[in-house]
């Protein structure tokens, strides 16, 4: 059974850049058959996309976001991550992980989330 | 602001039927037969329902069905159960030159 689990600092400061790993296990994120997502949701609002990478490192990013944003794949460790700098308050959410069995189709793996602050 | 539109809440009593529409636009739910929904319950990740439109995942059950006309996407939840109770977001591609995918604001499904 596939699993996804987000893992990174929980609050990050004002300005800063908040990083975030997925570990995927019972499947491989080497596969050419998948795209790896990152999704996010501020505390009591609706989701939001955020950009995914695909086993090549081929990227694409929610425009909104592009200016700040990095996502990138460890094949060796089986893990992507997703790296976004100059963070405000804006930026506070659960961050899920999930999964795409191809770019046009739905997120049908969700890691649990994680939720990260900015806050000083 | 979300780029779909949903409504903030709906409700229904146990055995009856239950719609959540989700409106878009021509750039994304007009354009695509990639309208996918999703059912997330209090502290939990969400899990889809619906995709394609119409397509049920194995495993979810027949009472969940979608539904599309212009660039209005619709849930019907029928024969409600308490398990139902739960936030439910629509999704649609949004074309590689945008943001992709778009979600809904979500709608809050009370069952009475």
């Known amino acids: 059974q596939l699993q996804l689990q987000e893992s990174g600092p929980g609050l990050v400061k004002p300005s800063g850049t908040l990083s975030l790993t997925c570990t995927v296990s019972?499947?491989?994120?080497?596969?050419?058959?998948?795209?790896w997502d990152w999704i996010r949701q501020p505390p009591g609002k609706g989701l939001e996309w955020i950009g995914n990478?695909?086993?090549?490192?081929?990227?694409y990013y929610n425009p909104s976001l592009k200016r700040r944003l990095t996502i990138s794949i460890d094949t060796s460790k089986n893990q992507f991550s997703l790296k976004l700098s100059s963070v405000t308050a804006a930026d506070t959410a659960i961050y899920y992980c999930?999964?795409?069995?191809?770019?046009?189709?739905?997120?049908?793996?969700w890691g649990q989330g994680t939720l990260v602050t900015v806050s000083s | 602001q979300s780029a779909l539109t949903q409504p903030a809440s709906v409700s229904g009593s146990p055995g009856q039927s239950i719609t959540i529409s989700c409106t878009g636009t021509?750039?994304?739910?007009?354009?695509?037969?990639?309208v996918s929904w999703y059912q997330q319950h209090p502290g939990k990740a969400p899990k889809f329902m619906i995709f394609?439109?119409?397509k049920r995942p194995s495993g979810v059950s027949n009472r969940f069905s979608g539904s599309k006309s212009g660039n209005t996407a619709s849930l019907t939840i029928s024969g409600l159960q308490a398990e139902d109770e739960a936030d439910y977001y629509c999704?649609?591609?949004?074309?590689?030159?945008?943001?992709?995918?778009?979600f809904g604001g979500g709608t809050k499904l009370t069952v009475l």
């Open positions: 999930a999964r795409q069995s191809s770019s046009f189709r739905p997120f049908d793996y």
């Open positions: 019972g499947g491989s994120v080497s596969s050419s058959t998948y795209y």
């Open positions: 990478i695909y086993y090549s490192g081929s990227t």
């Open positions: 021509s750039s994304d739910v007009g354009s695509y037969n990639l």
């Open positions: 394609e439109v119409n």
């Open positions: 999704c649609s591609y949004a074309g590689s030159r945008t943001s992709h995918w778009v």
